[in-house]
């Protein structure tokens, strides 16, 4: 009875032979019990069937050793109370049957339980068998469902057998709907080459990648990069075909923007082509057909002076001397803006290119012009550049000669040419002289063809120099600028690439 | 000066092929300062200057001799000059005769195709007279006086 008081936990906890004992102890006393009341107010001769009940019990629940210790306790209890003398545990040969029933009993239904055991032992086993391979596959595909691709697996009749999230997010039918369906039909795919063909290559090795056209749900469009896998089983036979899809509508759409632009591009080249073209026949029309014209009023001046100098008064030779002067004047700038224009359409050839050797260059080029001149120089250490040497060389030329021609006026000339920090990549060269400089507010003039800060019987020119450097740098990648003020000098900056 | 005149008769001819007559007077004017005008023979386009060199057409009762140098000018009408060229320094008969383009254009392209095609000389004419005047003088100086022709060129 005490069992009863324990907490369920605390019974759970005893060992097992602990348990079995107590349960048969419990059996057999209260079939004791049972027999004891059923023979005073029943009937006699009842008494064996509950000792035959305790026994099942305890040899069901309890196992051999229960079988065995109720088996003992049945016979004992049975000889005390039931057999004569009563009270007494003398054994005669007439107790031996219901002894030898309580041992077949006890061993028939031992061996019941213990194939019950063994039976549900299997089917546990078999079970958590199975379970572990329902949870095995149950990962499989939630983890194939997390992915955001396109997965499903049809069979060698395109008839879908499974359908992932990815492939329901994208095509907009669920996998209840999709599978046990004809995939070419449902998706209404269209193939980039004949199906036999694919089928082919599929056979051949086993994969097959390349974009197919189908329609969603919805009826709209997609494109996907399609990568097909076959399945084989163990006889080598081809069983199914795995395929994974990704969306790329967009890169496609894209893909065909770009080409159009590029098309677009190609237009614009050639247009742009023909334009540089008729450029370039304007460009030989001015050489030719302006030049003609201009030689021949200088010409024809020239004949008139000679041949009615003495005629004309001095006014008379003086305007005869402004056409000749005039004409010359336009001479030099169509050869100057031919030159300019040459720059802009000639090839470059680039190489690694000294820029102090670039200025000795430059300087004995512009010698001519020094002579006569108190010119104090000073060179620091240069760069090397990369880029066409000739065009660089003439960058130096302009610079040079240009405060050579500025410095004119003073009786000293200080012109310094130097390096300043550049930018990675590119150096800095600039070019400082001392002279009548120019006001920072024109200083966006200074490139333009033809802009000039200063009037033509102060400094020659015909303000082509600066934009022929502009144009240089600019082919180059670089930029020029420069800094000054009235009376105070200036200095010209150009930057190129070092690589 | 006293050198050129001393060799006077030994002038050669120049064949002109200029189609613009203030070019061709300009031309003739710094020629006669130095007594070279009277040989030279203009013709104006390249279908003539072809015909002159081939004693055909206007020109089939000219002498047999070829002109001691000729100045060539590029932009001529029907035949233009590059074309003209062509035709001479392709012909084994033509290709020995000095050929010196004289042009307006300074396009690098017309220069460097009268090069390839086998020209002696090019030059730009200058704007200023007097460069212009020196560079005509010195050529008919140079082709028609100093240089020693080809043989079978016409010498006066």
Redesign the interface.
């Known amino acids: 009875m005490r069992g009863e008081d324990w907490p369920k936990d605390r019974f759970a906890e005893m060992s097992t032979p602990v348990r079995a004992c107590s349960l048969v102890f419990f059996s057999i006393s209260l079939a004791v019990g049972a027999a004891l009341v059923l023979d005073r107010y029943i009937a006699h001769d009842l008494e064996v069937p509950p000792f035959l009940f305790a026994v099942a019990v305890s040899a069901w629940y309890g196992r051999a050793g229960g079988a065995i210790l109720a088996l003992v306790l049945s016979c004992i209890s049975f000889d005390y109370f039931f057999v004569q003398p009563l009270h007494t545990l003398s054994v005669s040969a007439s107790d031996l049957p219901f002894f030898a029933i309580f041992a077949g009993f006890a061993s028939l239904v031992t061996w019941f339980s213990a194939i019950r055991r063994k039976v549900e032992e299997e089917l546990r086993r078999a079970r958590d068998r199975l379970e572990v391979v329902v949870a095995e596959r149950t990962q499989q595909a939630s983890l194939l469902n997390l992915t955001h691709d396109t997965i499903f697996v049809r069979d060698m009749n395109f008839v879908i057998a499974y359908w992932n999230r990815g492939a329901e997010d994208l095509y907009g039918w669920s996998a209840e709907e999709a599978v046990g369906k004809h995939s070419t039909s449902l998706l209404h795919t269209v193939f980039p080459a004949p199906l036999e063909e694919i089928l082919a290559e599929l056979m051949r090795t086993g994969r097959w990648d390349g974009e197919l056209q189908r329609s969603k749900r919805d009826g709209s469009h997609v494109i996907v990069s399609s990568r097909w896998s076959l399945q084989r089983n163990d006889g080598d036979r081809a069983t199914a075909i795995l395929e994974t899809n990704n969306d790329i509508t967009d890169r496609k759409r894209r893909e065909r923007e770009i080409e159009g632009l590029n098309q677009e591009l190609t237009k614009r080249s050639t247009e742009l082509e023909g334009t540089n073209k008729e450029l370039e026949a304007f460009?030989?029309s001015v050489?030719?057909?302006l030049?003609?014209p201009?030689?021949?009023m200088?010409?024809?001046?020239?004949?008139l002076q000679k041949r009615a100098a003495n005629v004309l008064d001095e006014k008379g030779n003086h305007y005869i001397l402004m056409v000749?002067e005039s004409?010359?004047r336009?001479?030099?700038l169509i050869?100057d803006l031919?030159s300019f224009s040459?720059i802009g359409r000639a090839e470059t050839q680039k190489t690694l290119v000294n820029a102090g050797q670039l200025v000795k260059e430059a300087l004995s080029e512009v010698r001519q012009e020094t002579e006569g001149r108190d010119i104090a120089w000073t060179f620091g250490a240069l760069p090397d550049f990369y880029g066409d040497r000739s065009m660089l060389r003439l960058v130096l030329v302009n610079l040079l000669s240009n405060a050579i021609k500025f410095t004119r006026n003073r009786p000293r000339a200080e012109i310094e040419v130097g390096s300043a920090g550049g930018q990675n990549g590119e150096a800095v060269v600039f070019v400082r002289d001392n002279g009548v400089g120019f006001d920072m507010q024109y200083a966006n003039k200074l490139f333009g063809v033809f802009q000039r800060l200063h009037q033509a019987n102060e400094f020659e020119g015909t303000g082509i120099g600066l934009a022929t450097v502009q144009r240089i740098i600019h082919r180059h990648g670089g930029r020029v600028w420069a800094e000054g003020g009235v009376d105070r000098g200036a200095t010209f900056y150009f930057s190129a690439p070092t690589q | 000066m006293t050198t050129y005149m001393t060799t006077t008769n030994k002038l050669g001819r120049i064949l002109m092929v200029e189609d613009d007559p203030k070019d061709v007077e300009l031309s003739l004017t710094a020629l006669e300062e130095y007594n070279l005008a009277n040989e030279v023979v203009v013709v104006n386009d390249g279908v003539q200057a072809l015909d002159y060199l081939y004693h055909r057409g206007t020109f089939a009762n000219t002498g047999v001799e070829n002109p001691a140098v000729i100045l060539l000018d590029l932009k001529l009408p029907r035949i233009d000059g590059l074309e003209v060229l062509k035709h001479i320094k392709s012909d084994d008969k033509l290709k020995m005769i000095p050929v010196v383009v004289l042009t307006s254009s300074k396009e690098e392209n017309d220069m460097v195709a009268s090069y390839k095609l086998g020209v002696n000389a090019y030059v730009v004419k200058p704007v200023d007279f007097h460069d212009f005047v020196n560079a005509i003088r010195e050529l008919g100086v140079f082709w028609a006086v100093i240089n020693e022709p080809p043989p079978g060129s016409m010498k006066r």
Request: net charge positive.
């Open positions: 460009a030989y050489s030719h057909d030049r003609a201009l030689r021949h200088a010409g024809y001046s020239e004949l000749i004409a010359k336009m001479g030099s050869d031919l040459r």
